[in-house]
């Protein structure tokens, strides 16, 4: 597979709530994509996920699937939160 998993993360509220994450910490993984990797590149995502959102302000996943055998293309902790667009690619 030379698809990279890349999170889209929930966007930063505009005002600090006391309930929200403290400056600096990491936000939730709102959604988990799959995009090609860049021409020329291993490595580098493309500009554009499988289900065609930009890559741009996602961040790329440490997971790698190619070094996971027999496990699914994301990391199994956000399952409830694959895109379905994504996923319906990489299962065709």
Known sequence: MTEIVVYELDRPA???????????????VRRVHAAPAAPGSRTETGPRTLCGKDTFAMQTAGWKP?????????PVEYASVVCPDCDAVIEA
Request: charge should be positive.
């Open 14 to 28: 505009g005002r600090r709530s006391s309930t929200g994450p403290a400056h600096g910490e990491a936000r939730p």
């Open 66 to 74: 190619s070094e996971q055998p027999g496990a699914p293309w994301y």
